[in-house]
Structure formats: C-alpha cells, structure tokens
C-alpha cells in the first residue's frame, strides 16, 4: 500500500517534531481532509502543520521554487485555540518533484515569527508563499512582510545507533 501525500509530507514533519524534547506527552490531531495536523505537547508551543505536495518555479531566480498555503477562517479560529499565550510553531512542509521528491523543503516559523506573519485574531483568510532559492536560506512572504527561515532550523536528526 503506497502512503498518500498527506501521510509522506506530514510523517517527515510530525517524526522531526516528536524525536525532539517536546515529544513526549503530545496530542496530535489530523485532518487530511483540510491538508493540514496540530501538534499539541504538555509544555511549550504547539505546532500546526501544512503542506502543499508540488511547486511552482519562479521565473525571476533560476532554479528558485515557490509554494502557496491559504489559511481560511475556520483554520484561523483552531490555531487561534491551539496558542498558549501567544506561542504557536508553524512547520510549512513544501513537496518536490522528480528526484528530489523524497527530500521536502521544511520551513519552520517560530512564535514570534507566527505572530509576524498571520493575524490569528482575524477573520479573514490570509495567505503564505514559501520560497526556495538554490543554496540559499527559505522565504516566507504574507503581503509586503519577508521573513527569512534558514534551512537547518528543521534538518532530520542523526540516528547515532545506526
């Protein structure tokens, strides 16, 4: 049995996050339906989890790619009570294609970073774009706000058993 999108683009998320300190004591809700899980640990921030499973390439950067994530009201209303006074992680999980399908792009946002970028006491959906420059730190763009998310935030840890 082949594992959908979903399954392969938030496995590698959900299975970073849980080999981390917060891994214990963790309430995980998905919803595959809406392309998107929760990570809830007993302490610290909890994490929301979305993916989109196939990139666009920018025109202007050669071999530059660019994902769009929407956030409608009702996604923006959960967050909103996932947060623990204010402290909320956001892990964008972008697909590729071809050979490079099996290693995602991984964008991990911090609380403050979060609260830079969405508005989680707004009703209205708002939208992300991740970019991807060759060799270059990620992206995350909401209107004229630019973040800059280096890639090692969220590299797969080494098994020293193996």
């Not at 929301?48 to 990139?55: G, S």
């Not at 099996?102 to 707004?122: C, G, H, M, N």
């Amino acid at each position: 049995m082949a594992a959908s999108e979903f399954e392969r683009l938030h496995g590698v998320a959900l299975t970073r996050l849980l080999c981390g300190p917060a891994g214990r004591d963790v309430r995980v809700e998905m919803r595959p339906d809406e392309g998107w899980s929760s990570l809830v640990p007993a302490r610290g921030p909890a994490a929301v989890i979305r993916h989109r499973p196939r990139p666009r390439h920018l025109r202007v950067v050669p071999g530059g790619l660019t994902w769009r994530f929407a956030f409608s009201s009702e996604q923006l209303t959960r967050m909103r009570g996932l947060t623990r006074r204010g402290r909320l992680r956001l892990v964008l999980v972008c697909g590729r294609e071809g050979r490079q399908a099996q290693t995602p792009e991984i964008a991990l946002l911090v609380p403050r970073e979060v609260e830079r970028l969405l508005d989680l006491s707004s009703f209205l959906e708002q939208r992300l774009i991740v970019q991807a420059h060759p060799r270059k730190e990620l992206w995350v763009l909401r209107n004229k706000i630019k973040v800059k998310v280096p890639r090692s935030r969220f590299k797969p840890r080494t098994n020293p058993g193996t």
